[in-house]
């Protein structure tokens, strides 16, 4: 599901998959030499002491302080709320109402403005998370309604709009705030709400709250997933259709001493070389960084890892990638074999056409799932041999793992000219077996017999109560 896209706000294009990094006023603005995009805390503004300056300059002079010359950030900067501090402090302490500050959001001149949203904990109840998103609802419209009657009145400046998607981690709320949000008209759709999630390593909830979201929402929407600041998970995100992501963690992380990579995080004290090439590193030793470095090397590794996804996206090999991060942490890989459930629903954004692929051990990607459904499509006489062993001119269906049956003369077409491990572990047989079921259901009236090296798994017994006659080869 994942694209390269360009996203036009204003006079201005940012190619996506985008980082946003996000400059704290009280902090100051990191080095946004490489950044489209920026974003900063509305709330934080209107509330401190950058209200005036905001107000007088604009918040493009504010985000720009960290670049080369201190002048204005010239990219596209989106503003939040502050529904993350209502999240993290409860809506008795923000003092602001929903209309207040969207019109200051429009008075800075942001150029993607975002609506007090209310963000669900993980751990709410069904009706809690209902209340809070017809509460989001609501303020996503009465936006909506304000910032088109500033276009009725000619008036200049009127930003873009965010309509963030809530529901905590109920699909029916996402999906049902994806099509609500969408139907509004909204610019940009965060994916609120889901850095408990992201936190406590609980990816699989947080595939899950992104296909659902992606559900509800058009395929032409941008979506924001808000809080995705950590490299590891940049590819994964973008493979489920994530175009946005905003990282604080660049100077959380420095904070604690804490060395962003694209694999995980590592602390400093236990780094005797640095293994990036970024200009900080370059060099360097870790007692050597200082916090502004340190944070400095996180957004480099971080922007590294988003042209990384953005060339496997072209390349049609963002899969791999995927894979390959997952790999490098337990819980990474739980999210994704939670992929393994949404397979179907993957597969119908998957193009039909890539170049060849390595098979890394996932029998969920699209292009197996996509071939073991179709095995239906082949021509298959009264006697059909199905063979994990060589054709030998006999007439037959090959059987390489983890795909189905295929003709011999389509073996070195996309996608079964994969590059795949000689000896197939186990989910990789029950995929293949798997689609020989498939072709033995479509073909009712055939006889089929399946050869296979002393593979055992129990869907060979299956198969062989089915009436397929089973033969094992030396």
Known sequence: MGRVGSLEVGDKTVTTPA??????????APDLSEAEIAITNAYIIYTGDSYDRAVKEGVHEIVGEGTDDGGAFEGVVVTDSGSYQMSVYGDDEIDVSNREILKFQREIDTDVATPLDVPTPPGASHQTAEDDLETTLRRVREAVELYEGYEDENEENVPALNAPVQGALYDDLRERAGRETYETGGDIYPVGAVVPLMT???FGELIDVIVASKRGLGADAPVHLFGAGHPMVFALAAALGCDLFDSAAYALYAEKDRYLTPEGTLHTDDLNELPCGCPVCRGRSADELTFDELAQHNLNVSFAEIRRVREATRAGNLLELVEQRCHGHPHLLNGLRRLGAHA????RYDPVTKSSFFYLGNPHRPEVVRHNRRVERFEVGEEAVVTAGKAGGRDCFL????FG????EILETYPL????PHKPDYTAIESALEGVENLVSANPGATFTLEHPGWEHPKI??????????EVFG
């Open 405 to 408: 049956p295929s003709p011999p």
């Open 19 to 28: 980082l946003m990094p996000v400059v704290n006023p009280h902090y100051g």
């Open 461 to 470: 017994d299956e198969l062989r109560d089915a009436g397929v006659q089973v």
């Open 417 to 420: 000219n994969a590059e795949t």
């Open 344 to 347: 179907e629903e993957i597969e």
């Open 399 to 402: 059987l390489r793992p983890p």
């Open 200 to 202: 406590d390593y609980r």
